[in-house]
Each structure stands twice: as C-alpha cells, then as structure tokens.
C-alpha cells in the first residue's frame, strides 16, 4: 500500500469518526508526504549540481 492510500483511508476515517488521535495521524501522514517530496527536489537539484561540477571541472581540466 502507498501512502497516498493511506492518506486516503485516514481522510475518510477523520470525517466519520473525528477522533483526536486520527487528525494527528492523518496531518503526519500529510507531513510525511510533503518531506518526501522536499527530499525527492532536494535529490534532483544535487544530482543536478553534481553534474554542472563535472563538467565544469572536465572543462578546467581541457584549458
């Protein structure tokens, strides 16, 4: 199961029965959903910058 089913099931649970410790569950559900995506741009951002390194020094090194 992914999260988003998780998030899913947790939203549906909050509306029917409203219990406190199922708000919490669900809002670190969501949390952990958008970290995840902060760690994934974070990921692409220094693969990115690895790979203008690189070449940067490949090029440094041809001068």
Request: aromatic residues 4%; positive net charge.
């Amino acid at each position: 199961m992914k999260l988003d089913d998780y998030i899913e099931i947790m939203l549906i649970k909050v509306k029917l029965s409203r219990k406190k410790m199922d708000k919490q569950v669900l809002h670190w559900l969501l949390e952990l959903r958008t970290l995840r995506g902060q760690i994934r741009h974070l990921d692409d951002e220094n693969r990115r910058l690895k790979q203008d390194v690189e070449a940067r020094l490949r090029q440094v090194g041809r001068d």
